[in-house]
């Protein structure tokens, strides 16, 4: 039998905070936003169409150097990883050395105001960099308010062409 990372436990309840805390800060579901009108009500069927979902999702936890902890099959398509290797890397890595004081930025901001916009660019697993446009990051939440760590989401990028 095939078990796929959605059928999970832990990532059904991930898919949930993920969602409620996106809810909470911008005050529309993440679907929504994303135009998507024929949402699941089953936690295990939510948790099937936001890792199916056609944008990209991503969290990471709040370790001191954050392990991301989710992501969607078109964020493990673009960051070309498979799930064992994408929720055992530091969600530092996903953007270049020179990208890191921006990333902290905008973490931060994240962690003051609760969610925050952003526009950035990021590298695969292969070193392949990509620009983002227009996405959203937000802190993640439990029904205490307790910081769970932070996810991500967009749909609008494109890839770089490499230096020769």
């Not at 070309?80 to 994408?86: C, V």
């Not at 925050?116 to 439990?142: A, H, Q």
Request: charged share 25%.
């Amino acid at each position: 039998m095939i078990f796929f990372p959605w059928q999970q436990e832990t990532v059904i309840q991930r898919t949930q905070l993920i969602l409620s805390s996106f809810e909470h800060w911008l005050g529309h579901s993440l679907f929504e936003h994303f135009g998507v009108t024929d949402v699941k009500t089953d936690p295990t069927e939510v948790s099937k169409q936001l890792f199916e979902a056609d944008f990209i999702v991503v969290s990471h936890g709040t370790q001191a150097d954050p392990i991301l902890n989710y992501g969607n099959q078109k964020a493990l398509d673009i960051w070309e990883l498979t799930w064992q290797e994408f929720i055992q890397t530091p969600s530092r890595k996903t953007a270049e050395e020179i990208e890191q004081k921006e990333r902290d930025r905008l973490l931060n901001e994240t962690t003051t105001k609760g969610f925050c916009y952003y526009s950035v660019t990021r590298i695969t697993s292969t070193e392949k960099r990509f620009i983002i446009n227009d996405g959203i990051v937000w802190n993640v939440i439990d029904h205490r308010q307790t910081y769970q760590g932070q996810a991500a989401c967009f749909s609008d990028f494109y890839f770089l062409m490499n230096k020769a």
